[in-house]
């Protein structure tokens, strides 16, 4: 009998694992006028809703995620749709399968990638800029930079978990060759004229496993960046 409750934990351990793993990578939803683009990291999400047709930005959200069973539970750190929800847990019943997955309100996203080819698939926070005085570092708190990607869609969101404040957000494509990485803007909160440009950086994974990103922003100015994992620094 014992080793038949261990036989069936273990399954159980396997099976939330390869389920997790199949969530891993972005999904999309909805017709072009309603765009949902959903990226899905180890332990993070992110949501950005907009018009593909007029480049407009409609909304965003995500934050953290688990599987229990059958339910996909969340605690969201950001949301411009329903600001009432961060906060909070909201547990919803999914189903997923090979390259889509639905949701028990109807929703259902259907895969874009598995995480791959790019190189810098997860959930990485700036903790630092470097300077004409060298390096500044950054603790990130309740108030983050946020940036999400697969293996080929990025998202970055500014917000503050505490007091609800939401600062901006853009994403959109990107790819990871021979030390460039190149976005392709989808969507930007600031500024929707800034949709369907290309902006190329220097980048290189650094001493420690953190992200050093240089180059110049959407506005033009220089910017010499290093991120590092969610997972890595713990918050």
């Known amino acids: 009998m014992k080793l038949l409750t261990l036989i069936v934990v273990a399954f159980t351990i396997l099976s939330s694992a390869a ?48 599987l229990e069973k059958d339910q996909f539970v969340e605690v969201q750190e950001f949301n411009t ?8 847990e909201k ?61 080929t869609r990025f998202q970055w969101i500014a917000y503050n978990s505490e007091t609800k404040e939401f600062f901006g957000t853009g994403g959109g494509t990107y790819s990871t060759v021979d030390g460039k990485y190149t976005e392709t803007i989808d969507v930007f ?17 650094i001493e420690g496993g953190d992200w050093r990103h240089s180059g110049k922003s959407s506005k033009g100015d220089p910017i010499d960046e290093i991120w590092s994992k969610r997972e890595k620094i713990g918050i």
Do not use: C, H
Not at 81 to 88: F, M, N, Q, V
């Open 19 to 66: 389920q997790s793993q199949d969530l891993t990578g972005a999904w999309q939803s909805g017709p072009d006028e309603n765009r949902s683009v959903m990226i899905v990291a180890s332990k993070f999400f992110s949501v950005a809703v907009y018009n593909v047709k007029d480049k407009t930005y409609i909304g965003t959200y995500g934050g953290i995620w688990r």
């Open 81 to 88: 749709l329903k600001p009432e929800l961060i906060g909070t």
């Open 91 to 151: 547990r919803t019943v999914i189903k997923v399968q090979k390259d889509k997955f639905s949701f028990s309100d109807g929703t259902s996203f259907t895969r874009i990638d598995n995480g791959t080819p790019g190189a810098l698939s997860g959930a990485w926070l700036i903790t630092g800029r470097v300077t004409d005085s060298g390096m500044q570092k950054m603790t990130p708190g309740a108030r983050k930079t946020m940036k999400i990607l697969s293996g």
């Open 189 to 205: 909160s600031r500024d929707n004229s800034r949709v369907g440009a290309n902006l190329e950086f220097n980048f290189s994974i």
